[in-house]
């Protein structure tokens, strides 16, 4: 089945620090959707992108979407504490019935 | 308005008991989905409807019966569950079966 690679698995950061993390699949995806989960609550969308080589940006978050269609990537410009939190990429194909593939997930923990 | 509602936030059951597990949206979505998730890990798919059929059922144990009332409205239903059941549920919707999923702030699950 498809699998969904993300790295690193944890970051330990200075706030103000720039962070980068990203996703690799064996298949190819028609999107890619990041996440970010508080502890004990549900993930929130963060980013959508939808067409290979786009690039999209929501306040100090910038996504690609990778030209193979087969990775993506999420940086965060000037970290601050409230970043903290697990970050998830999920990758969906048109043929899956709206099934969402998960990355395992980065853990970031931001030093004030 | 992104919100996908969902009650209760916290449960605690017996393995004979039975519960329900309730999820609302009103974005007009007609896609819904449950997923389980273990601490730290990502979430797992179990339940989709599309216009309120079923239409995947990640070959989850018939102690979990979903049912939806209406396009609004999702529920989970819990009989005989095992304490390794004990997790968060999330709830999530989107406009149809591809794109951008909006989780709900889940429910804290423990089954003793």
């Known amino acids: 089945g498809q699998q969904l690679n993300q790295s690193p698995q944890s970051m330990f950061i200075q706030e103000g620090e720039d962070v980068s993390m990203n996703c690799t699949s064996s298949?190819?995806?028609?999107?890619w959707l990041w996440y970010k989960q508080d502890p004990g609550e549900g993930p929130v969308l963060l980013i959508a992108?939808?067409?290979?080589?786009e690039l999209t940006s929501n306040g100090r978050l910038t996504a690609q979407f990778g030209i193979t269609r087969k990775d993506s990537f999420l940086n965060i410009s000037a970290s601050i504490p409230s970043d903290v939190g697990i970050y998830f990429c999920a990758g969906q194909s048109y043929n899956q019935g709206g099934k969402l593939i998960f990355g395992q997930g980065t853990e970031l923990s931001v030093k004030p | 308005d992104t919100e996908v509602t969902q009650t209760p936030k916290h449960l605690v059951m017996g393995m004979t008991n039975k519960k329900s597990l309730k999820c609302e949206q009103h974005m007009g979505h007609r896609a819904m989905y449950w997923y389980k998730q273990k601490a730290k890990k990502p979430p797992e798919l179990m339940f989709v409807?599309?216009?309120?059929?079923?239409?995947i059922n990640e070959s989850v144990p018939s102690r979990f019966s979903p049912e939806c009332p209406n396009s609004s409205l999702l529920n989970l239903h819990l009989h005989a569950l095992q304490p390794e059941d004990s997790a968060l549920y999330l709830c999530?919707?989107?406009?149809?079966?591809?794109?951008?999923?909006?989780f709900g702030p889940g429910t804290r699950l423990t089954v003793t």
């Open positions: 298949s190819i995806f028609n999107t």
């Open positions: 999530a919707s989107s406009q149809g079966l591809g794109g951008e999923q909006y």
């Open positions: 992108l939808y067409k290979a080589g």
């Open positions: 409807y599309s216009y309120e059929k079923l239409s």
